[in-house]
C-alpha cells in the first residue's frame, strides 16, 4: 500500500525525533493525581469512588486506542509517532491498573466480593479479560523480552492488544446499562481502526 504524506508531515517527523518519549511517564500521573485530589476536595460528585473508578477506565481506553492511532497517522498522513508506541501501550496498562485498583480497593474491597463481581457481572468478566490480555504486553514492553523471544514472537504476543482493546470497549458498552451514544462510538472507532489494519496488513502480504 502507497503511504501518503501529508504538508508539514516530515518537518513535524524532525522535530519529534528530538522529542524523547520519557516525559510521557510523567504527564501520565498528572491526570489519575488531579482525580485524586478532585475526589479528596469533593469535585467529583456525592460518589467519588464511582466517578474515579470510570473516570479512570475511560482514560486508559482512550490512551489505548491512541495506539491503535499511531499506524494509520504513518500510513495516511506521513505522521511518525511510533517511539511513542511502547510508551502510550503502557501507560494506558498503568490506567487500567488504577482502575481494577479503585474498584477493587475503595469500592468493593472484599476479595470473595471481587470474585463474585467478575463471575455474575459479564461486563466485568469481559473487563477482566481484557486486563489478563494486556498484562504479557506489559511485561513485554521492553528491548530485553525482544532479544530474548526474537521480533516475530515479540509481534505476536503483542497482537494481543487488538482483542484486549476491543474487549475494554464491548466492556464500556455493557457498563453504561441502555443505549448510550459515547460508548457505542468507542466500540465503532475501534473496530473501524482495526479492519484498517487488517486490510493494511493484507495489502502489505500481497504486495
Do not use: C
Amino acid at each position: 500500500m502507497a503511504k501518503t504524506t501529508l504538508p508539514g508531515a516530515q518537518k513535524l517527523n524532525g522535530w519529534l525525533r528530538k522529542v524523547p518519549a520519557w516525559p510521557i511517564y510523567l504527564i501520565a500521573v498528572l491526570p489519575p493525581a488531579w482525580y485524586l485530589y478532585q475526589g479528596l476536595t469533593g469535585g467529583l460528585g456525592v460518589d467519588p469512588v464511582k466517578a474515579m473508578e470510570h473516570a479512570l477506565g475511560l482514560l486508559a481506553l482512550q490512551v489505548l486506542v491512541a495506539t491503535l492511532l499511531v499506524t494509520p497517522l504513518r500510513t495516511y498522513t506521513g505522521l511518525n509517532l511510533i517511539k511513542y508506541r511502547r510508551a502510550l501501550g503502557l501507560v494506558g496498562f498503568f490506567y487500567v491498573v488504577l482502575h481494577l485498583t479503585v474498584w477493587w480497593v475503595l469500592d468493593v474491597q472484599l476479595l470473595s466480593e471481587v470474585w463474585k463481581d467478575i463471575v455474575k457481572r459479564p461486563y466485568i468478566t469481559i473487563g477482566m479479560g481484557a486486563f489478563l490480555l494486556l498484562i504479557p504486553l506489559a511485561i513485554t514492553s521492553n528491548n530485553r523480552s525482544i532479544r530474548k523471544v526474537g521480533p516475530l514472537v515479540w509481534k505476536r504476543i503483542h497482537m494481543l492488544a487488538y482483542p484486549a482493546i476491543l474487549l475494554g470497549a464491548v466492556h464500556f458498552v455493557w457498563l453504561r446499562k441502555g443505549f448510550q451514544l459515547e460508548p457505542l462510538l468507542y466500540l465503532a472507532g475501534i473496530i473501524l481502526l482495526l479492519v484498517i489494519r487488517i486490510e493494511w496488513k493484507r495489502r502489505r502480504a500481497v504486495a
